[in-house]
């Protein structure tokens, strides 16, 4: 790795990790010193992580060759007791995912307790004291309280702080964040990111930040190097990585940046008709507040939006805002309080089942996780021609079968008779975006209702699917509902935006005009925090 630190607290020679036959980690080579922001970055698969895990050897079944040195000591030759002293004391980690890394049975503050407990000798008491601290220096406000919380009480932000507290518990010398913000919002991503900032500086100590993200790398790390595919393709200060990259794979992935795909509508063209309409939406829920009381909570509130035929609306806004909630509402899917929807003409709630069924078929969802919302024991074949079956029933098994292969093919993803009978797990997260994209087009909606639709993908990928949208879209005459708290994402596809804050709509109007020149607070912030903003400011 070029430009590296003279006095590295970690240097990593030649690490090669293999699984069986398979080799995924191919001769990295990475230093850090004391004090230094270095980023890994590449897409998934590209052995970011398994890098990072195999430095603290917690790999169940590799086989690790070369050298792995922190602080002069060869970490390769340690015993598992050694390791684990130097395991969340000298060198801690943030993972990707807080509800998988916390445990869910025991309260917040107890799990940081614990690394207090055995690795500071604290009484169990001090080891709370210090744990609620702890939350404190986080921003986390009434910490005494939060930290008696379970993980599924908190915000995925909280979660997030709660996992920097319990990493940063014992002033580790070395962290590993890995993937700390991929699902957060744009202001808790800023906040989080500014937090670790300012404990890296505070602390002095040394940080590997693994991310697919480079507008972040280019925001926070000192230098960076670059994966494919197992192997360290490139490598230096970010400035000069930035400023001119050498390797085909950095400048794609520079490229990969979500770019404007709307074709503006001719002046004197007629406007196109409306398919989607609300008008003073509002949702609440009833929520348990002691026994034999309930309070209602409301989610959604006066919210009013139109959508022509072959545009795209984009609902912005932080996690809680009501964006989900707004999708499922204009489907029919849950219960309001208040407003009328009109959808193709109809209102979905005031519907029978029977007249409800062919208007589902007009209106169709794509989820924000593929991996989820694609049934684990159906085949690609079933999960595609399920809309025929439901809605074609007088549809051969043939005709079916052809119509599912023609779709997927239009997706971008041509696929054999042999590989239709596949899984969703033997796909890559493109794929399965591209199989979920293929179900909800196989009954030729006129609208599309796209939650969070790339959010969980690689840069590259990413893009990949923003253009096939616009260019479904326009094939197709598409009317879509995009939902994302990306704003870049927005500004790719959208036409108009609409901006949801407390379920209430705080700015809306023609795209270029909202996320150029936001009116409202609420929304200047986000685009402050975002990487659109970053564009507009240079």
Not at 111 to 131: D, F, T
Not at 174 to 194: F, K, M, S
Request: net charge positive; glycine share 6%; proline share 5%.
């Amino acid at each position: 790795m070029s430009d590296m630190p003279s006095t590295p607290l970690l240097k990593v020679r030649d690490l090669q990790v293999r699984f069986g036959a398979q080799t995924v980690v191919h001769g990295v080579d990475l230093d850090i010193a004391t004090g230094e922001k270095v980023a890994l970055v590449g897409e998934s698969g590209s052995g970011k992580t398994v890098s990072a895990l195999a430095l603290l050897r917690l790999l169940d079944g590799a086989q690790q060759t070369g050298s792995v040195t922190f602080d002069g000591r060869e970490l390769f030759t340690l015993s598992e007791r050694q390791m684990r002293g130097l395991r969340g004391k000298d060198i801690a980690m943030i993972f990707q995912e807080p509800m998988t890394a916390l445990n869910p049975l025991h309260p917040v503050g107890r799990q940081i307790a614990e690394v207090l407990e055995l690795h500071e000798a604290l009484s169990r008491r001090a080891a709370w004291a210090r744990a609620v601290e702890l939350l404190g220096q986080m921003d986390i406000d009434q910490p005494a309280r939060r930290a008696a919380d379970y993980p599924h009480q908190l915000s995925g932000g909280q979660r997030q702080r709660v996992m920097i507290a319990m990493a940063l518990a014992c002033r580790p010398r070395l962290l590993l964040a890995d993937e700390p913000t991929t699902a957060l919002d744009v202001t808790v991503r800023r906040q989080i990111l500014d937090l670790l900032d300012a404990l890296q500086a505070e602390y002095g100590l040394a940080l590997l930040f693994i991310t697919h993200d480079l507008h972040l790398v280019r925001r926070y790390a000192h230098r960076v190097a670059v994966m494919q595919q197992g192997r360290v393709v490139e490598a230096g200060t970010v400035t000069s990585v930035f400023a001119a990259p050498r390797h085909p794979y950095t400048q794609m992935l520079l490229r990969s940046r979500p770019r404007r795909l709307v074709q503006e509508s001719e002046k004197n063209a007629a406007p196109p008709p409306t398919v989607l309409q609300a008008r003073a939406l509002s949702v609440r829920f009833a929520q348990n507040s002691g026994f034999w009381r309930k309070h209602w909570h409301t989610v959604l509130q006066d919210v009013s939006l139109e959508l022509p035929a072959g545009q795209t609306l984009g609902v912005v806004g932080e996690s809680g805002s009501g964006k989900s909630t707004l999708a499922l509402a204009l489907l029919g899917l849950l219960r309001r309080q208040g407003g009328e929807v009109s959808l193709l003409g109809r209102d979905p709630a005031r519907l029978s089942a029977a007249a409800l069924r062919p208007l589902r078929a007009q209106a169709q969802i794509v989820f924000q996780d593929p991996f989820s919302s694609l049934s684990p024991r159906r085949t690609v074949a079933q999960i595609v021609e399920e809309g025929l079956e439901n809605h074609r029933p007088e549809w051969s098994v043939v005709q079916r079968s052809e119509r599912a292969q023609q779709i997927l093919a239009e997706v971008g993803l041509p696929l054999s008779p042999a590989e239709m009978q596949r899984y969703p797990h033997a796909f890559s997260g493109g794929q399965r975006q591209r199989i979920a994209i293929a179900r909800a087009l196989i009954l030729e909606p006129k609208v599309l209702i796209l939650d969070e639709p790339t959010s969980a993908l690689d840069v590259s990928v990413q893009q990949q699917v923003l253009d096939l949208l616009a260019a479904l879209q326009q094939r197709h005459g598409l009317a879509y509902v995009l939902i994302s708290h990306d704003l870049s994402v927005i500004g790719a596809l959208s036409h108009r935006v609409l901006v949801l804050h407390q379920g209430k709509v705080v700015e809306q109007g023609q795209a270029d005009a909202v996320l150029r020149a936001p009116r409202q607070p609420y929304t200047q912030a986000l685009l402050a925090a975002s990487d659109l903003g970053e564009e507009v400011r240079r």
